[in-house]
């Protein structure tokens, strides 16, 4: 796809792996959890050669245990002008494991009535999802002009089914640039080093 507004990139500046331990009345929780974040980056581009308005839409998908993709986190950025863009996904459970512990009395034999007071733990676990990468679509007064993400497989996929992710972003209300953002016209793009100027936000 050839883009009127030149040169854009996409690229990975953040990701996190942790794991989240708690208790659930008598279960032991331990969930292994992942966010990642997106920087879009807008090259320098003449004032008019502007078509706006612009919008940044953002998506991460998730593969479950059969290996299946899907859409779980979605974000949507609208300015005037082509503007740099920060996107950090929700938290994505992963693996979880489960360890529950009961109280138990159990009698010592038939013939005495005396027992003994103990503890039974059940395990168990779920496989949860996995990060499966992220999509950047680029839009120019309504119409996409630029498709980019971590695989090949999601950005074919992202041209070959684009309807699908027009209604993908119907319910989801956009944002404007962050603070201290400026656009990529004469006056140069607002990507002054390779770092995020925010930091990832827990939802």
């Not at 974040?37 to 008019?48: D, E, K, P």
């Not at 612009?54 to 859409?71: H, L, N």
């Not at 496989?127 to 120019?140: M, N, P, Y």
Request: with cysteine; glycine share 8%; charged share 25%.
């Amino acid at each position: 796809m050839n883009a009127e507004v030149g040169s854009i990139t996409a690229t990975t500046i953040y990701t996190s792996s942790k794991v989240k331990k708690y208790f659930k009345e008598d279960t032991r929780v331990r969930e292994a959890v992942r966010q990642n974040g997106v920087m879009v980056h807008f090259g320098s581009m003449n004032i008019h050669q502007v078509k706006g308005p612009y919008e940044v839409q953002c998506f991460f998908i998730a593969r479950s245990g059969k290996g299946e993709g899907e859409v779980y986190d979605i974000q949507r950025q609208v300015s005037d002008l082509p503007t740099d863009g920060e996107f950090y996904s929700s938290p994505l459970i992963g693996k979880s494991t489960f360890l529950t512990t009961y109280p138990v009395e159990i009698q010592l034999s038939p013939a005495n009535a005396r027992t003994v007071s103990g503890t039974v733990s059940i395990y168990s676990e779920t496989r949860g999802h996995t990060f499966g990468g992220w999509l950047i679509r680029v839009l120019e007064d309504g119409k996409v002009v630029r498709v980019e993400a971590s695989t090949a497989e999601i950005k074919s996929q992202a041209i070959r089914d684009s309807e699908k992710f027009d209604h993908l972003t119907l319910g989801v209300v956009p944002t404007g640039p962050a603070e201290g953002r400026k656009p990529a016209t004469e006056m140069g793009s607002s990507l002054l080093d390779a770092r995020p100027i925010s930091k990832p936000q827990s939802r």
